[in-house]
């Protein structure tokens, strides 16, 4: 691939992330531009690296995708990276210091949906939420600022509530893709069988789970607050960011709970107009405080 300038990678990574209509895309309006800039590249890794395994180009194999994001992003923290992202990639990590173990285990996250359609325990999956969910938080917060250790249990717990929210959300989507992310143990806890998700069987056991994984992930947004609130003033104003995607995403969770959700039925999700609301509420309410 033909190198590209700094500012056109810069460019094909805010293109990237403006289109793909992402419920974080309207809490990146919110942040300066040159940390804007590196949110738009940093969620523009995270999208084509999981593409490699869920959407890879026709006639690759999944592997030999990966293994060509590790080598760019060796090459982005080394050497001279050759792909769009990371190129752009290459200056943010730079300037802001983010550790290449973070996007390596991100990798490791994206790679584990080419091994395992099920998860036999809560603490299997929470492996998995963490690389592909916390990581990504502990990345965003050498984009927002603080990095103290408070700040890292901020972005761990808000990333497997996010991460929660989403399995919940997508119960159906990964069906058709003969996944299943709920925990093994907790179907059976329930009497909820592999065939009634895989079938889109929905039922008052499949309900029930629902609810108790909803639960879980409420936690996790408990956990994120507490640790939130034992930050100083400073860092959670420089922490709104983060804060817009959690009120989003937490209202995403209520939608989950109504008992008119279908579980099997269109995403729940906030209308575009509703995000932008929300995430200027946060922001108000965070500048006057």
Not at 99 to 124: C, H, N, W
Request: hydrophobic letters at 45%; one cysteine or more.
């Amino acid at each position: 691939m033909t190198s590209l300038s700094v500012a056109d990678a810069q460019a094909y990574c805010t293109a990237l992330t403006k289109k793909s209509g992402s419920n974080f895309y309207y809490s990146f309006l919110f942040l300066p531009k040159t940390r804007r800039a590196a949110m738009y590249t940093v969620y523009a890794f995270c999208k084509e690296v999981d593409n490699a395994v869920d959407e890879p180009p026709t006639g690759s194999n999944p592997q030999d995708e990966l293994r060509r994001w590790r080598a760019e992003l060796d090459a982005a923290y080394h050497g001279r990276p050759t792909f769009p992202v990371t190129i752009s990639l290459a200056e943010h990590v730079k300037e802001l210091s983010i550790p290449q173990t973070y996007f390596d285990e991100l990798i490791k996250g994206v790679e584990m949906d080419l091994t395992a359609s099920r998860y036999a325990s809560f603490e299997d999956l929470s492996l998995y939420c963490y690389r592909v969910a916390s990581v990504v938080g502990l990345i965003c917060l050498h984009i927002f600022g603080p990095t103290s250790a408070r700040a890292q249990d901020y972005a761990v717990a808000l990333g497997m509530a996010f991460q929660l929210t989403n399995i919940l959300r997508d119960i159906g989507a990964d069906a058709a893709q003969a996944r299943i992310y709920l925990p093994q143990e907790d179907l059976h806890k329930f009497g909820c069988t592999d065939q009634a998700i895989l079938q889109r069987h929905e039922n008052d056991a499949l309900r029930t789970l629902v609810r108790f994984e909803a639960a879980r992930a409420h936690e996790y947004y408990a956990k994120a607050q507490a640790s939130f609130e034992a930050l100083s003033a400073v860092d959670r104003k420089a922490l709104t960011v983060a804060e817009i995607m959690r009120a989003v995403y937490f209202r995403i969770l209520k939608k989950i709970e109504e008992p008119s959700h279908q579980i099997f039925g269109p995403r729940a999700r906030l209308a575009a107009s509703h995000r932008l609301a929300v995430a200027a509420g946060v922001w108000f309410r965070a500048r006057s405080s």
